[in-house]
């Protein structure tokens, strides 16, 4: 129940909360604060970085607005097809890189709500995968995820 009631990677079994932090955690956060601006500053650095590889990617990224002050706390890709999110999400963990589907399966498909048709959720629910993006990332295993990424659209694999 403490992991927002998931039950695998992508798989929910009841209502939950983001309830993983203890004292520790709390501890780690507030050393943590003062380094904050660096860490997202390098997060967003990242991003772009991502994004000047990807060019050729057919995806599309979700709309951020301008007057947000976005925290980079994920790097969601939008493809084009669940088939080609599921092929590169394949490849990519086959070089013990793991991926994330971001808000996946769409809340209106979680076994504890009454199911409604919400066709734009369901669709792009299916579609978005989240890559590493972490400070500590580096420049070159970026380079090699946007290299199995390319491959796999590229070549069919």
Do not use: W
């Not at 991502?50 to 007057?67: A, G, V, W």
């Not at 790097?75 to 991926?99: A, C, G, M, W, Y």
């Not at 996946?104 to 978005?128: A, C, T």
């Not at 590493?132 to 069919?156: F, H, K």
């Amino acid at each position: 129940m403490r992991n927002f009631g998931h039950d695998g990677p992508e798989k929910f079994s009841e209502l939950g909360i983001n309830g993983k932090n203890c004292e520790f955690h709390a501890a780690m956060g507030l050393v943590n604060l003062k380094h904050i601006k660096e860490i997202i500053n390098k997060r967003k650095l990242l991003s772009e970085y991502y994004k000047k590889k990807l060019k050729r990617l057919k995806i599309i990224y979700p709309l951020i607005s301008e007057e947000l002050e976005y925290n980079y706390a994920y790097f969601p890709i939008i493809f084009e097809t669940e088939d080609q999110l599921l092929r590169s999400k394949k490849r990519i963990e086959l070089s013990n890189i793991l991926t994330r589907r971001y808000f996946y399966p769409s809340l209106n498909k979680l076994p504890y709500v009454k199911e409604k048709y919400l066709p734009v959720s369901e669709d792009i629910s299916k579609r978005v995968l989240c890559l590493p993006l972490y400070d500590s990332l580096t420049l070159s295993e970026i380079d090699m995820i946007c290299r199995l990424l390319l491959r796999v659209q590229n070549y069919d694999i």
